[in-house]
């Protein structure tokens, strides 16, 4: 007989069209049902709780008094929960980001008993090549999806093996027609046959065992409490068939025993059979890029320099660290950063950001403030700190402030060699700004803030000191206006429409038109762009830019600001009306000594329905693109074969190459490469007529959560035809990204990161609002951590680890051929070993002479604990 596994589950969306405190009052009451059902009927064997341990915060924070009902029932294997904190997104959101999703998913999931060790996303937007070895590296196996795989990923069945670069696998149980297909399963006989038959026939189909899978479930649905006297009805409908309540792991069991399983690669992001939404990366870009860029700074920034910080003997704030992931991770789930939603649950998701880089900022600053504050020197200058937190020596240009009463003053170092630099600006600024303590007491002399630019090597994961001294000589602005740009590297114009051409002196290459915005119409929604028909797109080849060109010893800024006429809504552009604008404001900066250049654009909108892009051409005329995904590079294809039949294959909507990244994308040939490098917008495709020009979305402008019958994707809607007005994006957003062209393009995710690391100063005076008593620490005026000693790998993170007092080192090669990492410590170490993503030692490694070396596979992800 066909073995039916009935699995009650419920999915739970935090936020989406409704908002999270909505949903949670909902969560209250199903919660109760849920337990009372479970402790009252041993029948009732198991539930899940949708895989994610959020749902549980969210429930005890109304019921705390409950805890000890969940913990038991998790004890007997009956309520089934984690391993996520919430359900991830796997396209837009940082590998460290989804490992921090299941290290505190499954840390909560302990306080309560077991976790249930599946990767479960029945819902994400794709799925991410990476993800076995992600599951992995928490001794997970087994993962259960549903969207994004058809019959040329190489199996038209439901259940297989899942490879990556590294050898990581897990085994896969899909959902082909989602995880609602049992929800509200009917009484009458008539409509339950009718439905089940339609759903027996696919999953018949796809399974390779006489066991399939029948998710009792939906979005916010709560417990079937008549599932005994339906499947009664089912008995007797299908009596070849046996239906009984069961688990996920009953399942996977039976299919472990499968020898003959299909194994698959790579990333599933089809649209045949259910909708991927391959343009959702540019929804709310405003969401977005506060995602990006808040990632960045926790990663690269806070979790290394409070490692330095507890190093030399400070406390490691975890508390504080885990609140600021939590906060981001509640965004993480597919239809919050997909931003999918309704606009008051935006409104939400944007606060949570505004919160959590607030408390980045602020956690950052204070570890800064302590190491700095805590020197060991008598010397009563102010003093200016430069940090590096890259694990190599970086010789820098460094921008930053200080603030003085000083009219005049020098850098000098703790040898006493005085440090040269520049000045960029001066302002004055009021001293009750910087404490008010200070005017309290009659003093309103005002203090003089400088922003100045230096250029010194800096120790590797490390820092190094400067004395704020007085000084005698006049300090003016050194920026001289300039025709042109001219660097160790390039050679850059600005042409009338405020496109750059940009000769590079290394490369002897030129390119062109660099930074031309595209403007084309959007009918689409939240979920997907869709252009208008026959469309005639809007260049900003014939506006008239204002340039101003500033240079200086170190390099160079380029200013330029227009205005891209453009139609208001959609019905003016059908009309081809250009009754609207978008106000353009570049800023770009060009170091005198790198092969980079920074773009900072501002773009104030005042039209509906419509998309923007920055085209930057490459001359380099590609089949496929690389770019990273989580802890390594992925090639993807300029033009998706399947293009070509999805009409005729019905495809759920059309296989457009628009893709994410996270930190770059790029083209390359055997003498150059061409790369964006990126703190904002992780949405790109390759076009042009011979596929050399790399096309970034700035935004998108749309006004409905969903729609019915677009143009690349016919049907119903998807979610819901809600307005969001919001979406439109009207008003000011602020992008961040770079260029790179460089002859050795297999390193640009080294430059990706170096790019995502600036160095960070900290400017001490004797005045601070907030006061701090002295520590009895005492630290160094320079300081190095560790170094590698090899350029092989890329850095993805150093933190202490959660629960010993060891720290970890986490790195990853996305390069094409197996590498060495090796790290030397400037500082005695008791031991060191290999550990998994959940932070558990896997064996002892080799210490020589303070150094460790550790081969790393190509797209593999490594942790070390020492």
Same mark, same amino acid.
């Given at each position: 007989?066909?073995?039916?596994?009935?699995?009650?589950?419920?999915?739970?969306?935090?936020?989406?069209?409704?908002?999270?405190?909505?949903?949670?009052?909902?969560?209250?009451?199903?919660?109760?049902?849920?337990?009372?059902?479970?402790?009252?009927?041993?029948?009732?064997?198991?539930?899940?709780?949708?895989?994610?341990?959020?749902?549980?915060?969210?429930?005890?924070?109304?019921?705390?008094?409950?805890?000890?009902?969940?913990?038991?029932?998790?004890?007997?294997?009956?309520?089934?929960?984690?391993?996520?904190?919430?359900?991830?997104?796997?396209?837009?959101?940082?590998?460290?980001?989804?490992?921090?999703?299941?290290?505190?998913?499954?840390?909560?999931?302990?306080?309560?008993?077991?976790?249930?060790?599946?990767?479960?996303?029945?819902?994400?937007?794709?799925?991410?090549?990476?993800?076995?070895?992600?599951?992995?590296?928490?001794?997970?196996?087994?993962?259960?999806?549903?969207?994004?795989?058809?019959?040329?990923?190489?199996?038209?069945?439901?259940?297989?093996?899942?490879?990556?670069?590294?050898?990581?696998?897990?085994?896969?149980?899909?959902?082909?027609?989602?995880?609602?297909?049992?929800?509200?399963?009917?009484?009458?006989?008539?409509?339950?046959?009718?439905?089940?038959?339609?759903?027996?026939?696919?999953?018949?189909?796809?399974?390779?065992?006489?066991?399939?899978?029948?998710?009792?479930?939906?979005?916010?649905?709560?417990?079937?409490?008549?599932?005994?006297?339906?499947?009664?009805?089912?008995?007797?409908?299908?009596?070849?068939?046996?239906?009984?309540?069961?688990?996920?792991?009953?399942?996977?069991?039976?299919?472990?025993?499968?020898?003959?399983?299909?194994?698959?690669?790579?990333?599933?992001?089809?649209?045949?059979?259910?909708?991927?939404?391959?343009?959702?990366?540019?929804?709310?870009?405003?969401?977005?890029?506060?995602?990006?860029?808040?990632?960045?700074?926790?990663?690269?920034?806070?979790?290394?320099?409070?490692?330095?910080?507890?190093?030399?003997?400070?406390?490691?704030?975890?508390?504080?660290?885990?609140?600021?992931?939590?906060?981001?991770?509640?965004?993480?789930?597919?239809?919050?950063?997909?931003?999918?939603?309704?606009?008051?649950?935006?409104?939400?998701?944007?606060?949570?950001?505004?919160?959590?880089?607030?408390?980045?900022?602020?956690?950052?600053?204070?570890?800064?403030?302590?190491?700095?504050?805590?020197?060991?020197?008598?010397?009563?200058?102010?003093?200016?700190?430069?940090?590096?937190?890259?694990?190599?020596?970086?010789?820098?240009?460094?921008?930053?402030?200080?603030?003085?009463?000083?009219?005049?003053?020098?850098?000098?170092?703790?040898?006493?060699?005085?440090?040269?630099?520049?000045?960029?600006?001066?302002?004055?600024?009021?001293?009750?700004?910087?404490?008010?303590?200070?005017?309290?007491?009659?003093?309103?002399?005002?203090?003089?803030?400088?922003?100045?630019?230096?250029?010194?090597?800096?120790?590797?994961?490390?820092?190094?000191?400067?004395?704020?001294?007085?000084?005698?000589?006049?300090?003016?602005?050194?920026?001289?206006?300039?025709?042109?740009?001219?660097?160790?590297?390039?050679?850059?114009?600005?042409?009338?429409?405020?496109?750059?051409?940009?000769?590079?002196?290394?490369?002897?290459?030129?390119?062109?038109?660099?930074?031309?915005?595209?403007?084309?119409?959007?009918?689409?929604?939240?979920?997907?762009?869709?252009?208008?028909?026959?469309?005639?797109?809007?260049?900003?080849?014939?506006?008239?830019?204002?340039?101003?060109?500033?240079?200086?010893?170190?390099?160079?800024?380029?200013?330029?600001?227009?205005?891209?006429?453009?139609?208001?809504?959609?019905?003016?552009?059908?009309?081809?009306?250009?009754?609207?604008?978008?106000?353009?404001?570049?800023?770009?900066?060009?170091?005198?000594?790198?092969?980079?250049?920074?773009?900072?654009?501002?773009?104030?909108?005042?039209?509906?329905?419509?998309?923007?892009?920055?085209?930057?051409?490459?001359?380099?005329?590609?089949?496929?693109?690389?770019?990273?995904?989580?802890?390594?590079?992925?090639?993807?294809?300029?033009?998706?074969?399947?293009?070509?039949?999805?009409?005729?294959?019905?495809?759920?909507?059309?296989?457009?190459?628009?893709?994410?990244?996270?930190?770059?994308?790029?083209?390359?040939?055997?003498?150059?490469?061409?790369?964006?490098?990126?703190?904002?917008?992780?949405?790109?495709?390759?076009?042009?007529?011979?596929?050399?020009?790399?096309?970034?979305?700035?935004?998108?402008?749309?006004?409905?959560?969903?729609?019915?019958?677009?143009?690349?994707?016919?049907?119903?809607? $998807?979610?819901? %035809? *809600?307005?969001?007005?919001? +979406? &439109?994006?009207?008003? !000011?957003?602020?992008?961040?990204?770079?260029? /790179?062209?460089?002859?050795?393009?297999?390193?640009?995710?080294?430059?990706?990161?170096?790019?995502?690391?600036?160095?960070?100063?900290?400017?001490?005076?004797?005045?601070?609002?907030?006061?701090?008593?002295?520590?009895?620490?005492?630290?160094?005026?320079?300081?190095?951590?560790?170094?590698?000693?090899?350029?092989?790998?890329?850095?993805?993170?150093?933190?202490?680890?959660?629960?010993?007092?060891?720290?970890?080192?986490?790195?990853?090669?996305?390069?094409?051929?197996?590498?060495?990492?090796?790290?030397?410590?400037?500082?005695?170490?008791?031991?060191?070993?290999?550990?998994?993503?959940?932070?558990? $030692?896997?064996? %002892? *490694?080799?210490?020589?002479? +303070? &150094?460790?070396?550790? !081969?790393?596979?190509?797209?593999?992800?490594? /942790?070390?604990?020492?």
């Amino acid at each position: 007989m066909k073995k039916v596994h009935i699995v009650p589950h419920m999915h739970w969306d935090r936020e989406w069209y409704f908002s999270t405190e909505e949903s949670r009052i909902l969560l209250v009451n199903n919660m109760e049902e849920i337990m009372e059902m479970l402790e009252t009927n041993p029948d009732y064997p198991y539930y899940v709780l949708d895989g994610q341990t959020s749902i549980l915060e969210d429930y005890f924070a109304v019921k705390p008094e409950n805890k000890e009902r969940v913990r038991k029932l998790v004890q007997e294997g009956r309520l089934i929960i984690g391993p996520w904190y919430t359900q991830t997104d796997e396209m837009v959101v940082g590998g460290e980001s989804i490992v921090r999703n299941l290290l505190y998913g499954i840390k909560d999931s302990k306080e309560f008993g077991e976790f249930m060790k599946i990767g479960y996303l029945p819902d994400s937007f794709g799925q991410s090549a990476q993800m076995p070895m992600i599951l992995n590296g928490f001794d997970i196996t087994y993962s259960i999806f549903w969207r994004g795989t058809s019959e040329r990923h190489g199996t038209d069945k439901t259940e297989f093996y899942w490879k990556t670069d590294d050898g990581s696998k897990v085994l896969v149980q899909l959902f082909p027609l989602g995880y609602a297909i049992g929800k509200y399963l009917p009484e009458d006989e008539e409509a339950l046959k009718k439905r089940i038959d339609k759903y027996f026939t696919v999953l018949d189909r796809g399974a390779t065992t006489e066991n399939i899978l029948l998710p009792n479930g939906h979005d916010q649905m709560p417990i079937q409490k008549n599932i005994f006297t339906v499947m009664e009805k089912l008995r007797k409908l299908y009596p070849d068939r046996e239906f009984f309540l069961s688990k996920y792991e009953n399942v996977f069991a039976e299919l472990e025993k499968q020898k003959d399983l299909p194994t698959l690669e790579g990333e599933f992001l089809d649209g045949k059979y259910m909708r991927v939404h391959r343009s959702i990366y540019s929804t709310r870009m405003d969401i977005k890029a506060a995602n990006a860029r808040i990632e960045n700074k926790i990663t690269n920034i806070l979790e290394p320099l409070a490692s330095l910080a507890y190093s030399l003997g400070f406390e490691y704030h975890h508390g504080l660290i885990e609140l600021i992931w939590k906060e981001i991770m509640k965004n993480h789930a597919h239809d919050s950063i997909g931003c999918c939603c309704s606009d008051k649950v935006h409104r939400e998701i944007a606060n949570r950001f505004f919160l959590a880089e607030e408390k980045v900022d602020q956690l950052i600053n204070f570890y800064k403030r302590k190491i700095v504050d805590s020197m060991d020197t008598a010397k009563q200058e102010d003093r200016l700190t430069a940090f590096n937190l890259l694990p190599y020596e970086r010789t820098d240009i460094i921008n930053t402030s200080v603030m003085t009463k000083l009219k005049s003053f020098k850098l000098v170092d703790q040898s006493g060699k005085e440090q040269d630099f520049e000045i960029i600006s001066s302002e004055i600024t009021d001293p009750g700004l910087i404490d008010r303590q200070i005017v309290h007491y009659g003093n309103y002399d005002p203090f003089i803030k400088y922003t100045i630019q230096l250029k010194d090597t800096l120790p590797a994961m490390g820092y190094k000191t400067y004395f704020v001294e007085g000084n005698d000589k006049e300090m003016a602005p050194s920026l001289t206006i300039a025709d042109k740009v001219e660097t160790d590297f390039y050679s850059i114009t600005v042409n009338r429409n405020g496109t750059l051409n940009i000769f590079d002196k290394k490369l002897n290459q030129s390119f062109e038109n660099v930074l031309l915005l595209e403007n084309g119409g959007d009918d689409g929604d939240e979920y997907d762009f869709s252009p208008l028909p026959n469309e005639e797109l809007i260049y900003s080849n014939h506006v008239d830019a204002k340039t101003e060109i500033r240079q200086n010893t170190y390099g160079a800024t380029i200013d330029i600001r227009y205005k891209l006429v453009v139609p208001g809504d959609l019905e003016q552009r059908k009309a081809k009306v250009l009754d609207s604008s978008v106000d353009v404001h570049i800023v770009a900066k060009v170091a005198n000594d790198k092969q980079l250049i920074h773009v900072e654009l501002e773009a104030d909108n005042s039209a509906k329905d419509h998309r923007l892009r920055a085209l930057i051409p490459t001359g380099i005329a590609s089949s496929f693109s690389i770019s990273d995904h989580q802890f390594g590079s992925i090639k993807r294809n300029v033009i998706d074969s399947a293009i070509e039949v999805w009409e005729e294959e019905d495809w759920d909507e059309r296989p457009d190459p628009i893709y994410p990244m996270l930190s770059y994308a790029g083209l390359s040939n055997e003498k150059f490469g061409v790369s964006v490098l990126t703190n904002s917008t992780r949405e790109y495709e390759i076009i042009g007529e011979n596929y050399d020009t790399i096309a970034i979305t700035l935004f998108r402008s749309i006004g409905f959560l969903g729609k019915e019958e677009m143009l690349r994707r016919p049907g119903r809607p $998807s979610g819901i %035809k *809600l307005p969001t007005p919001d +979406s &439109q994006m009207i008003g !000011k957003i602020t992008l961040e990204f770079a260029i /790179s062209t460089s002859d050795q393009p297999e390193k640009v995710a080294r430059t990706a990161k170096e790019y995502l690391t600036p160095v960070v100063t900290y400017n001490k005076i004797p005045h601070d609002a907030m006061k701090l008593n002295k520590a009895d620490v005492k630290t160094p005026l320079e300081f190095s951590f560790l170094k590698e000693v090899e350029p092989n790998v890329v850095l993805s993170t150093l933190k202490k680890a959660e629960k010993d007092e060891q720290f970890v080192l986490r790195f990853y090669n996305p390069t094409e051929t197996e590498a060495t990492a090796a790290f030397e410590f400037n500082r005695e170490i008791e031991h060191v070993s290999a550990a998994n993503l959940n932070e558990k $030692s896997i064996g %002892k *490694l080799e210490l020589a002479n +303070s &150094q460790v070396q550790v !081969k790393v596979k190509t797209n593999q992800v490594q /942790s070390i604990l020492f």
